[in-house]
């Protein structure tokens, strides 16, 4: 039952992070997950059924045979050791059939025995989980009320940081550097989709087109309903210029995010973007595969893939210390450990989680929704930073103005089907563009 009940969670996941898992591309990820899942219930039903059988077969053996051989090899016993001959036929026949009554019974009552054992085992099973309920029941009646005890956690140890990471400033950009150029082998040293300049027809009839800018071409953004959200967008945003996406809700940001990322069919016009590898999505609800804290990071990579690119788990921590300087998820967590994710997190860790995770991929672009509300305005700042050393354009989805100085432009919705696209004066104008 817990492998089945892991098999329908995995589903259920997958059916409620749909939207997130498609952003990230992590189709191929999660069905190797289902995969392994399956495989094990697969493995786990195949033993039982296959011991099942053996045990059936035993069973009706001794039910229906055994008792009745056992009975007439005693029987015979008489006969052949001789010593029944001051018997004539008809008393050996009379005993024999008394007994062979006798042996007929007491096979039945064995095959009662064995039913009934089988069904005290199924019992069994129900039982000690009814049990476990009633423990934890009693438990939290008897402690719910009572105040926490403070304990020292002596398994919490401080790690000790390798001596090839930065330990100043100066050490963290030439490090930051290096990720960044690595990240630029790897990229050009990947197969692309399809030839730069090369068309792909949406089904409504707007076209997709690889380059190395994202631009809009008189693009509509149009809701699986039929609502017209937003009429001839038209703008390019060229690398190391970030943009802010504002609105109010319901104007259309996420469905611009949703159109870039292909989800959405293209209604109209035409739009200019670099191959699916070099966006990466971060959404407002962090998405936590199942499996170690590794896989958090590196998500939808595997460790193999991420082996393959040279990529250590040193190199993971420093990643990891660029957003949690404090070091507070390494200091509770190993890489192999494997948790509910989910809980085990708090909402400004899972942040954190996401932001790591994008400067893993290293992408061209990376879009950002809301997805740094609950960090510090000090580690929120020093994480556009480092999105600027890495070389990595931001389109952020924000209602916060505070953000606005980490960014160049502005797309504004209006929600009533108008847009502007502003550049960002930072000494207090804003001119139209």
């Known amino acids: 039952s817990e492998l089945e009940g892991d098999y329908r969670m995995a589903h259920q996941r997958l059916i409620t992070n749909s939207e997130e898992i498609a952003f990230y591309d992590g189709s191929d990820r999660e069905k190797t997950i289902i995969n392994r899942l399956f495989d094990a219930i697969f493995s786990h039903c195949s033993y039982v059924y296959y011991l099942r059988a053996l045990v059936g077969v035993f069973d ?31 008393d050996l026949t009379r005993d024999f059939v ?29 039982t000690a989980r009814v049990a476990e ?26 790690l000790v940081v390798p001596s090839d990471h930065y330990t100043n400033a100066e050490d963290q950009k030439r490090w930051l550097s290096t990720w960044r150029i690595r990240g630029e082998e790897i990229r050009k040293n990947r197969l692309p989709r399809f030839e730069s300049g090369q068309t792909k027809a949406s089904d409504d009839g707007g076209i997709f087109e690889e380059g190395e800018i994202i ?36 104007s259309g940001k996420s469905s611009l995010f949703r159109i870039l990322g292909e989800l959405w069919p293209l209604h109209c016009g035409k739009v200019v973007k670099p191959r699916k590898e070099d966006v990466l999505f971060v959404p407002q609800k ?18 193999g893939q991420m082996l393959q690119n040279s990529v250590t788990d040193d190199d993971l921590e420093a990643l990891l210390s660029l957003v949690d300087p404090n070091r507070t998820i390494l200091e509770q967590w190993r890489w192999d450990d494997v948790k509910d994710w989910f809980n085990a997190f708090s909402g400004g860790q899972k942040q954190r989680i996401a932001m790591a995770r994008v400067f893993y991929h290293r992408p061209l672009y990376a879009v950002l929704d809301e997805c740094t509300s609950a960090v510090s305005s000090e580690v929120e700042g020093f994480i556009y930073e480092t999105c600027k050393e890495l070389g990595i354009t931001l389109f952020t989805v924000s209602h916060r103005k505070y ?31």
């Open 60 to 90: 009706e053996f001794l039910v229906k045979y055994g008792a009745s051989i056992t009975g007439y090899a005693i029987l015979s016993l008489p006969v052949l050791e001789g010593t029944a001959i001051n018997k004539d036929a008809a």
């Open 98 to 126: 008394r007994n062979r009554q006798l042996l007929i019974n007491l096979a039945k009552g064995i095959g009662q025995l064995i039913v009934l054992s089988n069904k005290v085992t199924s019992l069994a099973g129900s």
């Open 133 to 158: 309920l009633l423990e934890m029941v009693n438990t939290l009646q008897e402690s719910g009320t009572k105040p926490f005890v403070i304990k020292e956690d002596d398994t919490k140890k401080k």
């Open 215 to 250: 631009k809009f071409v008189d693009v509509s953004i149009v809701n699986p309903d039929g609502r017209l959200l937003v009429k001839d967008l038209n703008f390019e945003v060229l690398p190391k210029y970030n943009v802010m996406v504002s609105g109010p809700n319901g």
């Open 286 to 303: 962090p998405y936590l595969v199942l499996g170690t804290l590794r896989d958090q990071i590196i998500y939808p990579h595997t460790r």
């Open 403 to 433: 953000l606005k100085k980490f960014h160049d432009f502005e797309l504004f919705f209006d929600g009533y089907g108008n847009w502007t696209f502003k550049k960002i004066d930072h000494s207090g104008e804003e001119h139209h563009v």
